[in-house]
Every structure is written in C-alpha cells, then in structure tokens.
C-alpha cells in the first residue's frame, strides 16, 4: 500500500509539471497546437515571436485559456477576417505589429500594449465586456477612421489606462460603469474632424502630470470646458472638475479641439536673506512655496558665462534657508524655483 501512494504521488507530480509547461509558438496558424512546443496555451506562459494569424475567431473565444502570452521579437499576426480577442488570459505586445480585419477586444482578459507595439484594425478598439481591460504604455494604436468606429470602454467593469503610446480614434466611447484613466505621455487624436465622443457615462480620471495631448477633431470653442464640467464622468485626480479647476489645470488649443495640461511657471522667489555668519560662513535664506524645488548658484564675476550649483534639491514651505562657506573675497549668489 506504501508503494502504490508513492507511486501516485510521482505520477500526480509529472503531471503537475506538464500542465505548467510554457509553451513556444514557431509561426503559423495561432490555432494549430503542431506550431505550439507545448500545445496550445493553457494555464501557461506563452512566447511569440515568430509572425502567425488566425482566422474565424469570435470574440469570446477563450484561446489564451487563463494564460499569459508576450508577443515580440518583431512578430507580425495578421489576424484575419477576425477580432484579436484577448479572451481568458493575459497578452503583453512588445515589439510587434498586430492587424486586424475587424476588432481589438480585451474580454475577459488584460490586453497590455508597451514600447513598439502597433495595432491596427478595421472597427472597434475597446475594452469590451467580463472586466476586459486595456493598458497602453507606449507604442501606436488606431481603430477604424469612421465616426461609428470607436477607440473606449464597454459596460460596468471594463477599463482602459492611456499612460503612453499614441492612440487613434474614429470615436471615443467610454460607457457608463466603466473606469479608464489618461496619464504620463499618452496622446489620444482623432482619426478625422469627425471624432466626437459618443458617450462619456463612464468614468474618466485625468492626472495632473500628464504630458500628452487629446484631440477631439469635431470640438470648437468651449467644448473641452463643457466636457469635462458638464456632470460626465470625468476627473482630475479622482476630483470633479468644475469651472475654476478647469481654467486653472487645462490648455486648449486655438482651434478648441485639443486639450492639454496647463503647463504653469513658478512662483516668484522673492527676497532673499544673506547673513553673515562667524568665520567665512553665509546663511542665505527665502521664502518657499510648495510644489516647487530650489536651486542655489554662485558666481565670482557677473561677466563669467555661466552659473556654479551649490545645491539644487531644496525643496519646502516657508523659509528655507543654507549655510554655505563662503572664503572667496568676493561673490554672488542667485536662487531659482521650478515647479515639480
């Protein structure tokens, strides 16, 4: 009796070790479990590097079967006739191209788009239903070019997260239930004058260190501000954005149809303080405004062509204030403030 569990233990053991096996895809047909090294994926991590394509694939169609696929290596996947449906599972584009006839879905499944990675279709570009989630963190990314083609989020759950890249819209669409983010360098543009936003139920969280841009082809004056204030679902770091936060937090374009964070200079740094301490000592003092960070120079003769650093990370609210040595007979002293 011994033996036979031992023995069943090992057995159970190799199975284990077969099931989580990662898989390799040599080129092909996606679906082919031939072009797979361990079948098709399963459970598994999934590498493709090699150029492939499926076809007749619905949406919901649950090939990634709750594994995690990294495209790379320059792949290209003509997914034809078919939606690139991320259904199941995780896929993470690196470097490589993905095109498609028809949509780009996350479904119940986590579409991560990074640096060099290009998609490509002919209708939607969305996250789409079961908790379907999208992340850009770079490369280039477009729906179809018509106002009835819509780059966004459907229903209670789905979400898409803009940090980076550049993505292309026939449409916005960002449903109600739905929780989408816009940050770091990500630029949203319009594939033509017509792009509008079809819905705007969903919510839509704006960070105020956001660098990128967002055009909306078919917005004139007042637009973007009756937008965002107008009760939708957007927000500027997690806050409602009313009139006042409006003007004070956004740019936008001379023709209306692009919005951008309003890039604001620093306050002034006001009077500073020199006091001579025992010895050669300085204290040099000011006045700090939060949000911002300090630079200190020093130059021996105003005619020499550049300024030397002391310090250049003070940061603080209220009087900050540096003890420098100060030997040479004869200085000067200017402090800059940059915001953060």
């Known amino acids: ?42 459970g598994q991590v999934a590498t493709i590097n ?23 290596g320059g792949a290209v996947l003509g997914l034809l006739a078919a939606d690139l449906s991320v259904y199941g599972g995780t896929m993470i584009v690196n470097d490589a191209t993905l095109n498609c006839q028809d949509d780009v879905f996350a479904d119940n499944g986590h579409l991560i788009l990074n640096a060099g990675s290009v998609t490509t279709c002919a209708d939607d570009w969305e996250a789409n239903d079961h908790n379907g989630w999208i992340t850009v963190n770079g490369g280039t990314h477009s729906s179809g070019p018509n106002t009835d083609h819509c780059v ?41 004058p017509g792009t509008t936003f079809s819905d705007m139920a ?57 919005l951008t964070i309003a890039v604001l200079p620093p306050e002034e740094v006001g009077d500073i303080s020199i006091s001579t301490l025992s010895g050669s000592d300085l204290e040099i003092s000011w006045n700090g405004v939060a949000g911002h960070t300090y630079t200190l120079e020093y130059k021996s003769e105003l005619t020499e ?26 200085a000067f002293y200017r402090v800059t403030g940059e915001r953060n």
């Open 1 to 42: 009796m011994k033996r036979n569990k031992l023995v069943l233990c090992a057995l159970s053991l190799c199975v284990a070790g077969v099931a989580s096996a990662d898989t390799v895809f040599s080129g092909g047909d996606l679906r082919d479990a031939a072009n797979w090294s361990n079948g098709l994926p399963a």
């Open 50 to 72: 090699f150029d492939g394509y499926y076809s007749g694939i619905a949406q919901n169609t649950p090939w990634l079967s709750g594994s995690t696929a990294t495209v790379g």
């Open 152 to 192: 966004g989020a459907q229903r209670t759950g789905t979400g898409i997260d803009f940090l980076g890249g550049t993505v292309t819209a026939g449409n916005f669409r960002f449903q109600a239930g739905s929780t989408s983010s816009v940050g770091g360098s990500a630029v949203l543009a319009s594939a033509g």
């Open 202 to 258: 969903g919510l839509m969280n704006i960070a105020s260190d956001w660098t990128g841009s967002w055009e909306v082809g078919s917005f004139g004056a007042g637009a973007w501000e009756a937008a965002l204030t107008g009760g939708h679902g957007f927000r500027l770091d997690g806050a409602v954005i009313n009139a006042a936060s409006f003007a004070s937090n956004f740019e936008v374009s001379g023709d209306g149809t692009t």
């Open 305 to 330: 062509p550049t300024w030397t650093v002391i310090d250049d990370t003070m940061t603080g609210t209220g009087t900050i204030t540096i003890t420098i040595d100060a030997s040479e007979s004869k």
